[in-house]
């Protein structure tokens, strides 16, 4: 039997292209679907890396978040409690919040923000952040804790009160000059009327004098006779803008506890007492030869009808921590001595300081490494002898008054008042042959006689308390931890 060989090779070819049909077809396939699998192994992995990135924004964007509502508590108002200071930070932090982002690849892209408060200490509350990041249907989790650490802060000003303390006096008024006074050191006001800057007699200023905005040098500056060059030593010129008078916390706002009824503290004679902590104590008197101590740390608060330090008394008082001190009167007499030894800043607060009484000489002093802010809310009576931080460096004492009316006038050593004077309601008189060395802020200035203020720096541009406007820097806003789950 024979075969036809056309037809057996005509039905090998053809199974043979079939199966090579079949190979490639398969081929195809698996390419396809390898290609197909790939795809997806990449989006996932792009939508993978996409919800990291959509939870790390999240977590970012919680913790800017949280430093720029902290800058605002600083601007806002002080805070000298810790824990008053941390729950309101956490009542503005809390809770849950989405954050929705850029539609990916037709998935929406989110960030679902939690944060918790975690361990709080004396000076330090931390606070837990989760976000969940999602691309579609694929979630990562990251969580950080920071650690916000307290500064013990009694006053921070709206406006940085380091413009007003660049000059050597500054009033929001007017300053009036008759006699010999001098200012050594720039003068200004805000007011532009006539004779605003009003000079009689034989004053000098050697530094610039400078107006309100768009004010008339020749109106508003007034000399008895000649050019200015005859009283003026530096430029005259009109500010930009007016100069604003910061609001500083607490002043108007202390308020003085009932403690009649307390017992005093009184070391009279050859008295020696060391009182470790505060309290409450109807007086405090150290008279005659007698001497006090007291040593208040973190924590202690002592509040007192009347703190008064007379005869040949001395009184040393020792702050350190957020301590501070609250009395209705502060009064110095006689040959009375009162020193104070501060670290950071440490804050007093008196309806009235009085030292009419007290004899020549540096009967309040200020040592350490530290500044004292001394808020006087209704009275301040120098009398003609006492001295303030004398001979000391101005940056230490800045006394902030709510009162009216303040009188520097006689002698009594040079300068009687070294420090920073801020009296945004005050009218501030030097007469005689008083002196300050430091910068006198207020909103009228009188100065007769030869009394003479000397410009010394009070406070520096990068004053983390009353320089430029406060942000939160590394040391006081802390990543503790920093995780995925």
């Known amino acids: 039997m024979r075969f036809n060989d056309a037809a057996s090779t005509r039905g090998s070819a053809l199974l043979i292209s079939v199966l090579m049909v079949m190979v490639v077809f398969t081929l195809g396939v698996g390419i396809i679907a390898v290609s197909a699998s ?21 977590l970012r964007h919680q913790m800017e978040f949280m430093k720029a509502e902290i800058d605002r508590l600083y601007l806002e108002g002080s805070y000298t409690n810790p824990a008053a200071f941390f729950n309101t930070v956490w009542g503005r932090i809390k809770g849950t919040k989405t954050l929705e982002f850029d539609v990916l690849d037709g998935k929406p892209v989110t ?6 408060k975690g361990t709080m200490g004396n000076d330090f509350c931390e606070y837990k952040i989760q976000s969940i990041g999602s691309v579609g249907n694929i979630k990562r989790t990251l969580a950080s804790t920071v650690r916000v650490n307290y500064a ?11 413009t ?7 009033a929001d008024d007017q300053v009036q000059l008759k006699g010999s006074p001098q200012i050594y050191g720039n003068a200004g006001i805000n007011a532009t009327f006539s004779k605003a800057f009003y000079l009689e007699g034989s004053p000098a200023v050697y530094g610039d004098v400078v107006i309100g905005p768009n004010g008339d040098i020749d109106q508003v500056i007034h000399i008895p006779w000649g050019s200015m060059d005859n009283f003026i030593k530096g ?17 108007g706002k202390v308020n003085f506890p009932d403690v009649r ?19 409450q104590f ?10 006090l101590t007291l040593n208040l740390g973190n924590g202690d608060r002592v509040y007192t009808d009347e703190i008064k330090v007379d005869g040949a008394g001395k009184a040393s008082v020792h702050m350190s921590g957020d301590a501070e001190i609250y009395a209705r009167k502060l009064t110095l007499g006689g040959s009375g001595k009162l020193s104070f030894h501060v670290e950071g800043n440490k804050s007093i607060y008196v309806e009235t300081l009085d030292l009419s009484g007290a004899s020549a000489g540096d009967i309040i002093s200020i040592e350490g490494a530290g500044r004292l802010l001394l808020f006087v809310e209704k009275d301040l009576d120098r009398g003609g002898s006492a001295n303030i931080n004398l001979n000391g460096d101005p940056s230490k004492l800045i006394v902030f008054f709510n009162g009216s009316s303040i009188d520097f006038s006689g002698g009594g050593g040079d300068p009687c008042f070294t420090g920073g004077l801020y009296a945004p309601h005050a ?17 009228n200035i009188n100065m007769s006689g030869s009394a003479s203020v000397r410009f010394g720096k009070v406070i520096d541009e990068d004053d983390p308390l009353f320089g430029g406007q406060k942000k939160v820097g590394p040391e006081s806003f802390v990543i503790v931890s920093y995780e995925e789950y």
């Open 111 to 116: 960030a679902v923000v939690t944060t918790n």
């Open 261 to 279: 009824s307390k017992p005093s503290l009184v070391a009279d004679g050859v008295d020696v007492i060391n009182q470790n902590g505060g309290g």
């Open 427 to 443: 009218t501030v008189n030097l007469s005689g042959s008083a002196t300050v060395k430091g910068s006198v802020v207020a909103s």
């Open 164 to 170: 007003l303390f660049s000059y050597a006096v500054f």
């Open 152 to 162: 013990h802060e009694t006053a921070v000003a709206t406006v940085p009160l380091y």
């Open 235 to 251: 430029e005259t010129r009109a500010n930009s803008s007016v100069v604003k008078f910061p609001n500083i916390e607490p002043m």
């Open 282 to 291: 109807s007086k405090i008197v150290v008279t005659a030869s007698g001497r």
């Open 38 to 58: 790939n795809y997806m192994i990449d989006q996932a992995e792009h939508d993978y890396q996409a919800a990291f990135y959509a939870a790390e924004s999240g």
